[in-house]
């Protein structure tokens, strides 16, 4: 599966999440910001930055890349996000998990280990699947 179709079953999971959670989810034109979704309840906007963790067999986890790529033949970035770029990260993981985490309770800037004890308190479904073939 290519980087862009697993970024788009995240979306997915993140768009049924947000709606089944009681928001109204509106989706921002183009892709030239740091967030993917913008979330409302109660007259409050929030934005949402969504990501697939892929799974490593080396490392028996799910990890996540928090940057923005892109570029051409000749040229690539990589840009990390600020503090401020958005109000939550959605995670849709390789073994069929969620997560929803407030960005301001992320301290890693670079790769995020998803499946760390500490973040399980953001689960926000577990559908139990086998990993999906990153190949």
């Given at each position: 599966?290519?980087?862009?179709?697993?970024g788009?079953?995240?979306?997915?999971?993140?768009?049924?999440h947000?709606?089944?959670?009681?928001?109204?989810?509106c989706?921002?034109?183009?892709?030239?910001?740091?967030?993917?979704?913008?979330?409302?309840?109660?007259?409050?906007?929030?934005?949402?930055?969504?990501?697939?963790?892929?799974?490593?067999?080396?490392?028996?986890?799910?990890?996540?890349?928090?940057?923005?790529?892109?570029?051409?033949?000749?040229?690539?970035?990589?840009?990390?996000?600020?503090?401020?770029?958005?109000d939550?990260?959605?995670?849709?993981?390789?073994?069929?998990?969620?997560?929803?985490l407030?960005?301001s309770?992320?301290?890693?800037?670079?790769?995020?280990?998803?499946?760390?004890?500490k973040?399980?308190?953001?689960?926000?479904?577990?559908?139990?699947?086998?990993?999906?073939?990153e190949?």
């Amino acid at each position: 599966m290519r980087p862009k179709e697993k970024g788009d079953i995240a979306l997915a999971y993140a768009i049924q999440h947000y709606l089944l959670s009681g928001y109204e989810v509106c989706l921002p034109v183009g892709d030239k910001r740091d967030y993917d979704l913008v979330i409302e309840r109660d007259n409050v906007l929030e934005r949402v930055q969504v990501k697939y963790a892929g799974f490593y067999p080396a490392k028996n986890k799910c990890l996540v890349g928090l940057r923005i790529t892109g570029g051409n033949q000749s040229y690539h970035y990589a840009k990390k996000y600020t503090d401020t770029a958005f109000d939550y990260l959605f995670v849709y993981t390789a073994r069929g998990r969620s997560y929803s985490l407030p960005w301001s309770e992320v301290k890693a800037r670079s790769e995020l280990s998803i499946e760390n004890v500490k973040y399980n308190k953001y689960l926000t479904s577990s559908w139990d699947t086998q990993v999906v073939n990153e190949g």
